[in-house]
C-alpha cells in the first residue's frame, strides 16, 4: 500500500510539471491574459517560479526527513555488530548513490539533515511551508552548529519566529538569498555568544596565509587570509585606486583595475600605489562617532568631512568617494562601530567592521586607538542601537550623513547585493527637484550597479526611514522589502560606577553624550582612548 501510494504520488507530481512546461511554452488551453498575451505569458512566468521554489524547498525537507527516517532505520537493520562509524559510511554511501553525491557531500547533506529533522523544528516547519530554500537550512544548521540548546532556539526564534521579543525586522530570511542569511545570522551569534570570539581570532591569524591556486586558461588566483580590518582596508584602498583612474581615456573595468593595482602592488611596478596603511591602522586620519550605544570609528580619507561628497547626477547626489590623482597616495577606508561598554573593558560585545561583521573587541580598541585623530558626532539611539535621523536644507550629502548611512544600511539595498564599498552612491528616494530632501528618510545609497538600474528601468525605489533602507518595487509591480540591520540596544554592565576605576569614573562625569542617566562627550571620549595615569 505504502509503496503504491508514492508511485501515485510521483506520477502526479510528473503530471503537474507536464502542465507546467506547456503554461511556460505558451501552449495551454488558456492563455495567462487575452488582453496582452506577452506580458501575461511574462507575469505567469513569475508566477511559476515563485511556486517552484516554494515546491523545491517542500521536497527539501521531505528529502532531509527521509534521509534521516532511513538513517535511523538502517542503524536498526544492521544491528549492534555493526559499529557506529562503519554503519555511518554505508548509509553515506547509499544516500550518495542514490542523489548521486560524492560521499563528503553526502555525509554533509546527512549532517545538515539530522540538524534540522531533530533540533530546528522551525527551519524544518519554514522548509515544509515553502518559506526557506535548503540553503537557508544549511545556514541555519551552520551557525548553531557551536552552539547549546537554548542557543540554538534563540537563534532560530530571531529569525523564525515573527512573535519573538526581538524578532529580526525588514526582509525575512527565507527572501534574502542564502548568502546574506548566512552574514545576518553570522553578526546574530557573534554578538550574543561571544565569549570565544577572542581565541578563535588568535588561532585565526596564527594561520594567516597566502594561497596560489593555478586555474584554467594561462590563469591563476593568488590569496591572503589576513586579519578582516587589513583585508578590508586593502579591498577598500584597490577601489579607491582603481575608481581614481577610471575616465573616458580608461577602457579597463573596475575588476580589471583593481586586479592591475594589486599586481602593481605586490610585483613592486606600481606607480600610484602610494604609501599608505593597508591595515586601515594608526597612520590613516579618521573620525570617532559616539552615542550612548556605541562609537563608530571612520578611517575615511577620501570622504571630505562635510563637504558634498561627490558629483551631481541627473537623479540625485553621487556620493563616491573624490577622484584622487593617480600618483597621489590613497590611503585604506574602514568604519567600525564599538560598542561604548566594550571599548571600556565592561562588557564583551563583539565590534562591526562595516563591509565584514562582528569582529574581536582587541581588534576594533587597536583600530579605535592608534587611529582616532579628530571627532565628529554621530547619535544612535540607546534603546536600540539604530542611526537617529537628520535633518539638512540643503542638496549636498556630508561626511556624517554618509557615515550615517552606512551604519543604517550595512550595504547595497537592493534584495541580494552584497556591495558594501565605499563608492556606493548616495541617491534621493524622492528627487530633489520633486520635492524632496537631503535626509536620512529621503536617502538610499544604492552601489553604482543599482543606481543605473533605478534610472534606466522600471525599478524603482520604495520609502526609507531613520532606521529602515528602501525597498523596490519591480516594472511588473512585485514588492520586495529591504535588509535591515539587527539594531539592538547596547549591554550595560551592572552598576556601572562601581565597576569603573578611577579614570573610568572620571570619564563619567563628561557631557554631550548620554549614556544611562549621565552624559558622556568628545572629551570623555579622549579620555577612553587616553586615560590619565592612576
Not at 557551536?146 to 532556539?153: K, R
Not at 578590508?232 to 584597490?238: K, V
Amino acid at each position: 500500500m505504502g509503496t503504491a501510494a508514492v508511485v501515485k504520488a510521483y506520477a502526479d507530481i510528473r503530471a503537474a510539471l507536464a502542465a507546467l512546461n506547456t503554461e511556460v511554452d505558451g501552449c495551454g488551453s488558456d492563455p495567462f491574459s487575452v488582453v496582452d498575451p506577452l506580458a501575461g505569458l511574462a507575469d505567469g512566468c513569475l508566477d511559476i517560479l515563485a511556486g517552484a521554489r516554494e515546491v523545491e524547498a517542500g521536497f527539501a525537507g521531505l528529502k532531509a526527513k527521509a534521509a534521516v527516517k532511513y538513517a535511523e532505520s538502517a542503524s536498526v537493520v544492521a544491528g549492534p555488530d555493526v559499529s557506529v562509524q562503519a554503519q555511518e559510511m554505508a548509509v553515506a554511501a547509499e544516500v550518495g548513490c542514490v542523489l548521486a553525491l560524492g560521499p563528503r557531500a553526502a555525509s554533509s547533506f546527512l549532517a545538515t539533515s539530522h540538524a534540522v529533522v531533530s533540533s530546528l523544528p522551525r527551519t524544518l516547519a519554514g522548509l515544509q511551508a515553502g518559506t526557506l530554500s535548503w540553503q537557508h537550512a544549511v545556514v541555519m544548521a551552520d551557525e548553531v552548529a557551536s552552539l547549546d540548546t537554548a542557543g540554538s532556539a534563540a537563534l532560530e526564534a530571531h529569525f523564525l519566529d515573527p512573535d519573538a521579543p526581538d524578532a529580526a525586522r525588514g526582509c525575512p530570511a527565507g527572501e534574502m538569498p542564502a548568502h546574506r542569511f548566512r552574514a545576518k545570522a553570522r553578526t546574530w551569534r557573534e554578538r550574543h555568544h561571544a565569549e570565544s570570539i577572542e581565541v578563535r581570532h588568535a588561532k585565526g591569524v596564527a594561520d594567516r596565509r597566502v594561497e596560489f591556486r593555478p586555474d584554467q586558461d594561462g590563469m591563476a588566483w593568488l590569496s591572503a587570509c589576513l586579519p578582516a580590518d587589513q583585508a578590508l582596508a586593502g579591498w577598500n584602498r584597490l577601489t579607491a585606486m582603481s575608481r581614481s583612474l577610471q575616465g573616458p581615456a580608461e577602457s579597463r573595468t573596475m575588476s580589471q583595475l583593481r586586479a592591475d593595482k594589486f599586481a602593481d602592488a605586490i610585483l613592486g611596478s606600481g606607480s600610484g600605489s602610494g604609501s599608505g596603511s593597508g591595515s586601515g591602522r594608526g597612520r590613516n586620519r579618521s573620525s570617532i562617532s559616539g552615542s550612548g550605544a556605541s562609537v563608530t570609528d571612520a578611517i575615511d580619507e577620501a570622504d571630505g568631512g562635510d563637504g558634498d561628497t561627490g558629483a551631481r547626477d541627473s537623479a540625485g547626489v553621487n556620493g563616491r568617494a573624490g577622484r584622487e590623482d593617480v600618483s597621489s597616495p590613497i590611503r585604506a577606508q574602514v568604519l567600525v562601530t564599538v560598542p561604548v561598554f566594550s571599548l571600556m573593558g565592561l562588557t564583551d560585545e563583539p565590534a562591526m567592521l562595516d563591509g565584514y561583521g562582528p569582529i574581536p573587541r582587541s581588534m576594533a580598541r587597536d583600530l579605535v586607538a592608534n587611529g582616532a585623530g579628530s571627532f565628529y558626532r554621530v547619535l544612535v539611539d540607546p534603546r536600540d542601537g539604530a542611526p537617529l535621523e537628520i535633518g539638512r536644507k540643503s542638496y549636498r550629502v556630508t561626511g556624517a550623513m554618509r557615515a550615517w548611512l552606512r551604519m543604517r544600511d550595512g550595504k547595497c539595498p537592493f534584495p541580494g547585493c552584497s556591495n558594501n564599498s565605499l563608492d556606493n552612491d548616495a541617491d534621493h528616494i524622492l528627487a530633489w527637484a520633486e520635492g524632496g530632501t537631503t535626509g536620512i528618510s529621503n536617502l538610499g545609497q544604492p552601489c553604482p550597479k543599482h543606481h543605473k538600474l533605478r534610472h534606466t528601468t522600471g525599478w524603482k525605489p520604495t520609502a526609507a526611514t531613520k532606521n529602515a533602507p528602501p525597498g523596490w518595487t519591480s516594472p511588473t509591480g512585485r514588492h520586495y522589502p529591504s535588509e535591515h540591520q539587527d539594531w539592538e540596544p547596547p549591554k550595560r554592565p551592572r552598576q556601572l560606577v562601581p565597576q569603573l576605576n578611577p579614570a573610568q569614573r572620571a570619564i563619567s562625569g563628561c557631557r554631550d553624550l548620554v549614556v544611562g542617566g549621565f552624559s558622556l562627550g568628545e572629551a570623555c571620549l579622549d579620555g577612553i582612548l587616553h586615560p590619565p595615569s592612576a
